[in-house]
């Protein structure tokens, strides 16, 4: 297995935040109750006075201060919560605590994170600042699976917003931040359709040969081969996975390939030259591109 979604289900889904709550509403608006992907019923924090948990209210969606008295007692509490209300997926938005290796290791693969930078550019506090005192082109955010590390775990998603001259750190935020409300719940729907997983045990199996090509591929790249990898699986062709991502898979490969971009940002070449591929190919293409929907 390669990820534990799709579930067959809607999703239960849990939003961990500290502060303002704007990535939480955009979540709560992509993912209200009765949406087929799944809905959020659940948003804790760590700060009573955080404006995340009235944009809940206002929602009529649970919300729960775990004030902080010390990490192991608001992860127990928290752990406890996320149990009782069958919790399938947690996505921190704006959480601003390091989570223990021991939380982090039994939500491996169904927890999310999103920062306002490119990853692995730019982890930490303080982003958009830095971005400008680095003289960046370009900046952007990521929504990554969270592992031990601080903002290192495999990247999901990334999008993409040019640095402009006379950009002060609130326009960089502002910017990034109207990026990252269409962003998070779109990598939301790879994670829930299977699309986007840690690379793991089911994958070495899976690439064979390819697998030190996998493991050569930067941290970004990354993305884009486990897309390839999960929709040849879904259309029945695991064979053919290794050989795809050694450049040899053919049609059904390239196919796979020109799916696996536009899932993640909409290109007309791109799908142009899908199109010119053979009716089965492209049909499964489109059956695939139509699963996750919405541009960005
Ligand atoms: C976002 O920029 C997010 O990337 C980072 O914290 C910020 C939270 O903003 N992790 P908000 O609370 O969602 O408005």
Redesign the pocket.
């Known amino acids: 297995m390669l990820s534990p979604f799709p579930l067959g289900r809607p999703a239960r889904m849990a939003v961990m ?1 500290s ?6 509403e955009a979540l709560l608006e992509a993912f209200p109750p009765g949406n087929p992907w799944g809905e959020v019923v659940l948003v804790l924090s760590d700060n009573p006075e955080a404006y ?1 948990l009235k944009r809940a209210e206002r929602r009529g969606v649970e919300a729960v201060a775990i004030p902080w008295r010390g990490r192991r007692s608001f992860e127990a509490e928290a752990q406890a919560l996320l149990r009782a209300r069958g919790v399938d997926l947690v996505l921190l ?2 959480f601003m605590r390091l989570l223990s290796p021991g939380f982090v290791e039994a939500w491996y693969g169904r927890l999310l ?4 930078s490119l990853l692995p550019d730019y982890p930490g506090l303080r982003v958009h600042e830095r971005v400008l005192e680095g003289g960046e082109k370009e900046t952007g ?1 990521t929504v990554h699976f969270v592992d031990q590390g601080m903002d290192t775990g495999p990247i999901v998603l990334q999008g993409r917003v040019p640095v402009l001259p006379g950009d002060t750190p609130e326009t960089l935020e502002r910017r ?2 109207f990026l ?1 409300h269409r962003l998070y719940p779109k990598a939301v729907r790879l994670v829930l359709s299977g699309l986007a997983f840690p690379p793991g045990e089911g994958l070495k199996a899976l690439l064979g040969e390819a697998w030190p090509r996998f493991q050569g591929l930067s941290p970004r790249e990354k993305p884009l081969y486990l897309r390839v990898a999960a929709l040849l699986s879904a259309w029945g062709l695991r064979d053919r996975v290794p050989a795809a991502l050694l450049g040899q898979g053919g049609d059904w490969a390239r196919g796979a390939f020109l799916t696996a971009h536009l899932l993640a940002e909409d290109h007309p070449a791109l799908r142009q030259e899908l199109a010119q591929l053979p009716e089965e190919v492209r049909l499964r293409a489109e059956e695939g591109l139509r699963r996750v929907e919405l541009p960005l």
């Open positions: 935040a502060g303002r709550g704007t990535n939480l995340a938005a704006g994170n999103i920062h306002p955010s990034v931040l990252e």
